[in-house]
């Protein structure tokens, strides 16, 4: 029951929750995805969340990202990470029915506070070999606010 609870609360305190769908003949490596999140209380926490939909046509165990996060005042945070999609057995770890996953990857390993209010933009970009790369069908981004307030 507390479980139920927490997710609801979770659900409450959703701020943002954006997705990209990329093209049907691949990611290219030079596209980049932009979520622009609108950021007016500077004391809250924020819980961000990338979301990548796959089908079986993604051909790796896992997926490199190039992150940042830039505001008026230029690049707030910038960096390269490694998700791993599949365990070693090529079982996808994500969610979903048929051929069709959904994994939920935290962007940073802390809750994020921003510095002054405005727009943020969040910017990703796959860090694959692949110049093309299949079976991604979207990218979003899920913010959630962890004022202790609106619980």
């Known amino acids: 029951m507390g479980f139920i609870i ?3 609360s979770c659900e409450d305190n959703r701020v943002y929750n954006e997705y990209a769908a990329m093209p049907i003949e691949g990611w290219h490596a030079d596209s980049i995805a932009h979520f622009t999140l609108d950021v007016q209380d500077t004391l809250s926490s924020y819980a ?3 979301k990548l939909r796959h089908n079986h046509e993604y051909p790796w165990q896992n997926i490199w990202f190039f992150r940042s996060i830039s505001s ?7 960096d390269t990470i490694n998700y791993v999609l599949a365990d070693d057995m090529g079982k996808w770890l994500g969610k979903g029915i048929g051929d069709k996953k959904m994994v939920t990857m935290p962007l940073t390993s802390q809750a994020l506070q921003f510095k002054h209010p405005g727009e943020y933009t969040f910017s990703i970009q796959h860090g694959m070999r692949d110049t093309v790369l299949s079976g991604v069908l979207e990218l979003g981004l899920e913010v959630f606010s962890q004022n202790e307030s609106t619980n």
């Open 72 to 78: 008026h005042q230029g690049i707030e945070y910038t």
């Open 6 to 8: 927490f997710l609801l």
């Open 48 to 50: 961000v969340y990338l």
